[in-house]
């Protein structure tokens, strides 16, 4: 059974900066690909970013390029989300995700956390 775990969600004011980290069990995390998706209220879940296995390869939604930046620490085992210049509209859960196969911002990942909540205040 693969757990993933993401922590380090909280309330920051619009312009401020934040770091989610994502842990995954098991030793395999540097055999997974692996992205940020996040719901706000009333809203469907979107992706947010994903990366390659080796952290090489990255992909971003329109919406956080430029904001937002994923990164990775194979020997560490986490998967992390720097979020600086944050508004309002960030306002969401935020949900670590992890597969075998690439799968950028495609909704399909097969191993999901519970999220971490993440709220910008005006």
């Known amino acids: 059974q693969v757990q993933v775990v993401e922590s380090g969600g909280e309330t920051v004011q619009a312009g401020g900066s934040l770091r989610l980290t994502c842990a995954v069990s098991?030793?395999?995390?540097?055999?997974?690909?692996m992205a940020w998706f996040r719901q706000g209220p009333r809203k469907e879940r979107e992706a947010v970013a994903a990366i390659s296995r080796s952290g090489t390869n990255t992909d971003y939604s329109d919406s956080v390029k430029g904001r937002f930046t994923i990164s990775r620490d194979n020997a560490k085992m986490r998967l992390y989300l720097q979020m600086d210049s944050l508004k309002p509209e960030d306002t969401a859960m935020y949900y670590c995700?992890?597969?075998?196969?690439?799968?950028?911002?495609?909704?399909?990942?097969?191993?999901w956390g519970q999220g971490t909540q993440v709220t910008v205040s005006a």
């Open positions: 098991g030793n395999m995390f540097g055999d997974y690909y």
């Open positions: 995700a992890a597969d075998w196969r690439w799968l950028g911002l495609r909704d399909e990942y097969a191993y």
